[in-house]
């Protein structure tokens, strides 16, 4: 056989372009594409007819967390292992994830701590992954592995603002930001001023205030709208990029897109909690009160409509280099490392300061996405795939459609019409008892998931067909989006 799949019949849509065109694949890569009816299918050892529907780049989500230690202070333990969570993922069109290898304050070596994840990881995973370091603690062992990581595929990092273990004081950011800069390493920021949150806390604790709505409360637009401004004056003075990741308000929009018109390089991700979800969604009273739970997250969903329509636009207009998930999961249920571990005779309905702070989303993200058609198609392809694989040195190996060139991961959507239902647990392929998406209705959803050739989803098929330990770990590259503004080493004594 010439090849060993063809998809015939398909609109082929990427970041660029959407074109009638068949796609030939041969030894897991994009071997050919071509007009309707050009190819020989007798030649194939597999045909798939996507009867006039969309074919997209496999979806890329950049912000995964699995099986990650509880280091938030709390009892949560993240429910999705490597195994389930990257299940959900393939079941959802995402064929390539990023998840967070951890670092505690305790801990100084980041090497060791890639290299449990590693051990994790392997041989367990339906998509391919990779993985960002989280860094607790820039200590001068940590910061001198920047270049060790760079060797083993790793090019990104995450630090924190808020979290009292993990919270980074400004001279810290700079040590990482001034090092990742020297490595051509891109620097994620969870942009919430911590120091301000927990005085809100406070506050709102001696008011005896508890219940999940609250956790909106202790977090108002304005604490992430300083952090976020304080980051980009950082990430300037060092002249080093950076992503502001999972961005909820409008108002941290603007000073971020105010910053790239500056030409600084300083990217943005939201996700669809902060495009579907509200502060109403965690004032829920069900289950005596405590139901809201389930949409408690950092940043927290905004205040309604006008706050939605502010992401969109920046979806729309690039502020918002990418749209991932922020996949992290907890058992609602569990009462010992979920979000009723809260839960005690003394505080009916929980402390919001300690409910496990995330929800799941990885298999919902480009469904519900899609299913809003608020956004092209190209650009729909462009904030959940193309752009990721750019900004963390994936392209165009990932989240491209190049003959010879690109893996062949893509997503075959139902023809137009073919749809219409509400998300339910219970179709779902995670290992979390609850959806915070439950009811919301959507217009399409991945038909097949191809990895590298080989079909994983079949939905009208038997469904998950891949199987554990396909999903390889890939070397990242550096990011190919603009970097320093300057070549030359940061020299503090220029200011």
């Not at 309707?36 to 798939?48: F, N, R, Y």
């Not at 001198?144 to 595929?153: H, N």
């Not at 190996?397 to 137009?416: M, T």
Request: proline content about 7%.
């Amino acid at each position: 056989m010439d090849f060993d799949l063809i998809i015939t019949n398909g609109l082929l849509a990427t970041a660029s372009d959407i074109a009638p065109l068949d796609v030939a694949i041969k030894a897991g890569k994009i071997s050919l594409l071509a007009p309707h009816g050009v190819l020989d299918t007798s030649k194939a050892a597999k045909v798939i007819d996507a009867e006039g529907a969309y074919v997209t780049p496999g979806g890329i989500d950049t912000h995964v967390h699995l099986e990650e230690p509880p280091l938030f202070g709390g009892k949560g333990r993240s429910s999705d292992t490597f195994e389930t969570g990257t299940r959900s993922a393939i079941c959802g069109g995402t064929t390539t994830i990023v998840a967070f290898a951890p670092q505690a304050k305790y801990m100084p070596s980041l090497l060791e701590v890639l290299k449990d994840c590693h051990s994790r990881a392997a041989g367990n995973c339906y998509a391919d992954y990779s993985f960002h370091m989280l860094v607790g603690s820039p200590n001068p062992t940590a910061l001198s592995e920047f270049p060790q990581l760079v060797q083993e595929g790793i090019t990104s990092l995450k630090i924190y603002m808020t979290y009292e273990a993990l919270q980074l004081r400004d001279d810290q950011i700079l040590d990482v930001l001034y090092t990742s800069r020297a490595h051509g390493i891109t620097t994620m920021i969870h942009a919430e001023n911590g120091d301000v949150l927990n005085w809100m806390t406070r506050k709102l604790e001696e008011r005896q205030l508890f219940a999940p709505v609250y956790h909106a409360t202790s977090r108002p637009q304005i604490v992430e709208t300083e952090a976020t401004n304080r980051a980009i004056a950082l990430a300037e003075l060092m002249d080093a990029p950076i992503l502001i990741v999972h961005v909820s308000s409008p108002s941290a929009a603007k000073h971020i897109r105010e910053s790239q018109t500056r030409g600084l390089p300083v990217y943005a991700e939201t996700c669809p909690q902060y495009l579907f979800l509200t502060r109403a969604d965690m004032a829920k009273t069900g289950d005596h009160g405590f139901e809201g739970a389930k949409c408690v997250c950092s940043p927290p969903p905004r205040d309604g409509v006008e706050d939605h329509e502010g992401i969109w636009l920046g979806l729309r207009n690039g502020t918002f280099t990418v749209l991932s998930s922020d996949h992290c999961p907890f058992m609602y249920e569990d009462k010992e490392k979920g979000k009723k571990s809260i839960l005690s005779p003394e505080h009916p309905v929980g402390r919001f300061a300690g409910i496990p702070n995330g929800i799941p989303g990885i298999e919902t993200r480009l469904p519900l996405t899609m299913s809003a058609n608020k956004l092209p198609m190209t650009k729909f392809v462009e904030v959940t795939a193309t752009n990721a694989a750019k900004l963390y040195g994936l392209y165009p190996r990932k989240g491209a459609v190049l003959p010879g060139v690109s893996d062949a991961d893509l997503v075959i959507w139902y023809p137009e019409g073919r749809i219409k239902e509400g998300v339910t647990n219970g179709m779902l392929h995670h290992n979390v008892d609850y959806t915070p998406f439950e009811g919301r209705e959507v217009t399409n959803w991945p038909r097949y998931t191809v990895l590298r050739g080989e079909v994983v989803w079949d939905r009208d098929g038997d469904g998950l067909v891949g199987r554990k330990g396909y999903g390889e770990f890939v070397r990242r590259g550096k990011s190919s989006l603009p970097g320093p503004r300057g070549e030359e080493e940061f020299d503090v004594s220029k200011f």
